[in-house]
C-alpha cells in the first residue's frame, strides 16, 4: 500500500506539476481534522488540480494505483465527510484552487462557479450585478460550492428556495472512471435518463467529484424587515408561520430559539441583549425579503404580526428598527452553538420530521430524553418551518468531564430512535459523512441501503472515491 | 419464455386475484399501441393491481419467471416509453386502478397521490381547498401522476414552476427486487444519501415501479391576464420575456408562435380567428397569474405590454378582455399539432438547447434543414422561455405520400446532429422511451452511456423493469 501511494504522489507530480502535490506536513495538517475537531485523520500528500482536466488525470491515476481519494472543500462539514481516514491509506484531493467563477449572468439568472469558489465570493459576484445567490449558512466565509453541493447544504434561507438540490442547474463531475460528466449546458429542460446531476448532489464525493456547478440566482434583495416574536409553544409558533404563509410569500427565514437557548446567548456572548422586554417560553425569528423596491416589507410584516397578536397567536413581538438590529436578531440565532459550548458539553443532532409533526415531536422528545437521563437539558431551535430542528443536549451541571463521551453515544442513540420512530431523518442538512454512519446503518430501511450499496459498487467498483464514507 | 409467461400469469392471478389480471384481447389491445399510434406491442396480460403490497408481489413473481413487467399510466406518452414489445414477451402492468388521492392539505401544500390519479383529477381536488397542482399539459385528461413522474413531464407552466423534479416532494415506489422504497414522509430536509426520489423522476419505470408521489402544491390562482403578442423574431420575444420578469414574477406562460403555424391553425380548426388584425412573422402567447386577489394582473400585463411596444420589443398586442377569449388565444397554441397533421405530414423534434440560444438556434436549423431537404418547411413552435421548442418538419405540398417513412428518420438525424452542436437535448420533455433510444445510443457522451447502463444493471441486474426503454 505505502508503495502504491509513493508511486501515485511520484506520478501526480509528474503530471500535474509540483503546485498540485502539497507533502509537507506542517501544509498538511491544518486540513486532516474536521471542522469541530472530533476526528484526526493522516494523509501522506494533498494534491490539488486547477483543472477539471487536472482532476480527471488524478482520478485515472488514483484508480490505477488503487489509492482512494477525499476530497475536500472548504473543511466545513459537519459529519466528517471530508477527513481522510487515520491510517494515512488516501490522499486528501483539495478542490480549492479550482476557485474562478465562469460565468455569472442576470439576464440567464445563472453562475457558473468552480468547485473551489467560496460562497461568501458569490454571494459577492452575484451583489455586484445586481443578482443574488440566495443560500446562505454561517461557513459562508469558508465553505465552497463543491462541498455545498456534495452534501446538499441548506442553511437559514431554505424554506423559500430550498437546499442546494433546488439550486443547482447543472453541474460538471469527474465520475470514478476518471471520465468527465458535463451537466453544464444550462437546459432548463433535458429529459435524457436518469439525473446523474441529482445523483451526485449530496453523494458526499463518493460518486466522484464535484469540479463546478451551474448555480440558479435571483434577484437581489432590495429590503427586508426582520422581526422577533415570542410565543407560548413551538404549535404557536408553526401557526404563526402558517398564518403570515397565507397572506404573503416573504418568509425567508423563520427560525425557533427557546427559552433557554437565549438565556445561554444572553449570558455568555458579549453585547447581546433580549428584543422583548418580558419572558417568553419560545421566540422565533421572522425574516422577509423583497426584491421589489416599492414593496413596504417592513409595513406588511408589522400588519401581520398586529394581526397575530390580535388574534393569540404570538404573545409579544418586535420589528427590528434598522440593520444593526436586525443583524443583532440574528446574532442571538446564530449563538446559541456557541453560547452552549461555553455553558459546558452538549451533544449536537441534526433531525427533521415532517413540519406539521415537529412541535409535538419537540416537546415530546425533550422530555423523553430528560426522562431517560436525568439530569441532561434537551431542547431543539432552528428551522422549524422546513421542519429541521438542531435537537441538542446538554450535560447538567453536575455531568462528569467525560459526559460526552461515556454517554453521549447512547443518547444519541435514543435520539435517533426517537426521530426514526417519528418518520424522520436522522440527518436532516449535515449529511451522513464518518460521525452518523453506524447510526444510518443500524436504523435505515434495509431496500435504502441495498440501493445505495448497488449504485456506489456500480459507478465505484474500485471503492478508490471516499471509501468509508455515507454509504453504510 | 411462453411457459413462464403462462406460469406467471396463473400466480398472479392467484395471489392478486381474478380483477388485478386482464387477459382478453379486447381488453388488452387498446392499450398495447403508443398514444401517437406509431407503435404497436403485444401482451398476453394487463397485470392492474389495486396496492403497493400488490405490485411489490407483481415485481417479485415477475423477478422468479424472469418475466419483463412494462408500467403504464394513461399511455398518454410521446416516445412509446410504455408501449410492451411486438413479441409478446413482456407483461403490461397497468397503475390505473391505484387511483385514489391518499391525502391532501392546504396547510402542509402537499398533496400525496397514488400513480394512477388522473392529472385533472388532482387539478380539481387541489381547487377544492383553494390550492392549486400547477403542472398542467394537453393530456392531463388522461395522463397519471405515475406516468408524469416517470417521465419527468413539462408542460406550459414550467417557466415558473419547473417540471415534475421540482413539484415531487418525495415518493413510493417498488423497487426491482420487490423491495418498497419510502419517501412519503414529507420531510423538507433528508439528507441520507443518495436521492432514489430524484433518480426514479424520468427513470421511465426501467429502475422500478412509482406506486404514489407527495405532490407539492401552490395557493390557487386568483386572477390570470392572457395577452398574444406580435414580435418581429424569436430574438425579440425573448427580450419581451426578459423585459416582463425583470419587472414582475407572475408570468407563468411564455409560448413562441411561428407565422405559419398560426396560419395553419385558422385554416383547419374550426371557430378559429387570429388576435391581431395585421400579420407579424411571430407571435408570443403570454400568461401571467397570482393567487392575491388585490393584484391587479391585468392592468399590470397591460402596463407592461405598452411599455414594451414603446420601446420596439413588440410590433402589436391585445389582452384578453375574458376568460372564452383567454382560452381562444391558448386554443391557437394548443391548436398547433392538429392543425399541422390536418395540412400533411409532419416530423416532430421536442428539442432544448440554452434558453439564450434559442432564438438563433431556431432561425438558424430551419434554414439548414430547408436547404438540406428542399420543399420541407421547419418551424419551431412552444416553450421559449424555457429553450424548449417543438420544432417541426413539414413535408413539403408535392412530398410523396411515404415521405415520413422514406425521409423522415434521416431529416430527425440532421435535427438531433444539429441540436447536439449546440450542447442542447434531443429530448426535452417526452423523454427517450423507445422512439429516441437509437438516436440517444448515437449521439449521447459515453461518460452518461456508461453511468446510466451501470446504473440500470446495479439496482435491476436481471432486467426486468421495462427492458429495451431509455438505456442505450
Request: one cysteine or more; charged letters at 20%; glycine letters at 10%.
Amino acid at each position: 500500500m505505502t508503495d502504491a501511494i509513493a508511486q501515485l504522489i511520484a506520478r501526480a507530480g509528474e503530471q500535474l506539476g509540483a503546485k498540485a502535490v502539497i507533502a509537507d506536513p506542517r501544509d498538511i495538517e491544518p486540513w486532516v481534522t474536521d471542522w469541530r475537531g472530533r476526528v484526526h485523520g493522516a494523509t501522506r500528500a494533498i494534491f490539488a488540480p486547477a483543472s477539471t482536466e487536472d482532476v480527471a488525470t488524478v482520478v485515472k491515476l488514483a484508480a490505477e494505483h488503487r489509492v482512494p481519494l477525499v476530497p475536500q472543500g472548504g473543511n466545513t462539514g459537519m459529519s466528517a465527510g471530508a477527513t481522510p481516514p487515520a491510517d494515512g491509506s488516501a490522499i486528501l484531493l483539495s478542490m480549492r484552487r479550482m476557485n474562478r467563477i465562469r460565468s455569472i449572468g442576470a439576464q440567464d439568472r445563472l453562475a457558473v462557479a468552480e468547485a473551489g469558489v467560496v460562497l461568501a465570493t458569490l454571494h459577492d459576484a452575484a451583489h455586484e450585478i445586481g443578482m443574488r445567490f440566495p443560500l446562505t449558512l454561517g461557513a459562508r466565509g469558508s465553505c465552497t460550492i463543491g462541498g455545498l453541493t456534495s452534501t446538499n447544504a441548506g442553511g437559514t434561507q431554505v424554506l423559500k428556495f430550498g437546499t442546494m438540490r433546488s439550486l443547482v442547474a447543472g453541474l460538471e463531475a469527474v465520475l470514478p472512471d476518471g471520465s468527465i460528466h458535463n451537466g453544464l449546458s444550462g437546459l432548463k429542460k433535458d429529459n435524457r435518463g436518469y439525473s446523474i446531476d441529482q445523483l451526485l448532489i449530496g453523494a458526499e464525493g463518493t460518486l466522484g467529484v464535484v469540479t463546478a456547478v451551474a448555480l440558479r440566482l435571483v434577484p437581489a434583495v432590495a429590503a427586508r424587515a426582520v422581526a422577533w416574536a415570542g410565543v407560548e409553544s413551538p404549535a404557536s409558533a408553526l401557526d404563526l408561520l402558517r398564518f403570515i404563509e397565507a397572506r404573503t410569500g416573504t418568509v425567508e427565514g423563520f427560525e425557533l430559539v427557546p427559552h433557554d437557548s437565549l438565556n445561554l446567548v444572553l449570558k455568555h456572548v458579549p453585547g447581546t441583549r433580549a428584543p422583548l422586554g418580558k419572558a417568553h417560553p419560545w421566540h422565533v425569528l421572522v425574516e422577509a425579503a423583497t426584491a421589489d423596491p416599492q414593496h413596504d416589507i417592513l409595513g406588511e410584516l408589522e400588519t401581520l404580526l398586529g394581526a397575530a397578536l390580535d388574534q393569540g397567536i404570538i404573545t409579544d413581538a418586535v420589528i427590528a428598527s434598522s440593520e444593526v438590529q436586525a443583524d443583532a436578531f440574528w446574532k442571538l440565532r446564530d449563538s446559541i452553538s456557541e453560547a452552549e459550548r461555553a455553558e459546558g458539553q452538549t451533544l449536537a443532532h441534526d433531525i427533521s420530521v415532517a413540519v406539521a409533526d415537529m412541535p409535538r415531536f419537540l416537546v415530546d422528545a425533550s422530555g423523553e430524553v430528560e426522562r431517560a437521563f436525568p439530569g441532561v437539558v434537551a431542547s431543539g431551535f432552528g428551522h422549524l418551518g422546513d421542519g429541521n430542528i438542531h435537537f441538542h443536549v446538554r450535560a447538567g451541571s453536575h455531568a462528569a468531564p467525560d459526559w460526552y463521551e461515556r454517554e453521549g453515544a447512547e443518547i444519541t442513540r435514543f435520539v435517533d430512535a426517537l426521530v426514526t420512530a417519528a418518520g424522520g431523518s436522522i440527518s436532516a442538512e449535515h449529511g451522513i459523512g464518518q460521525l452518523k454512519r453506524a447510526e444510518f446503518a443500524r436504523l435505515a430501511d434495509p431496500a435504502r441501503v441495498h440501493a445505495l450499496r448497488a449504485i456506489k459498487q456500480a459507478l465505484d467498483p474500485l471503492g478508490i472515491m471516499n471509501p468509508g464514507k455515507l454509504v453504510p
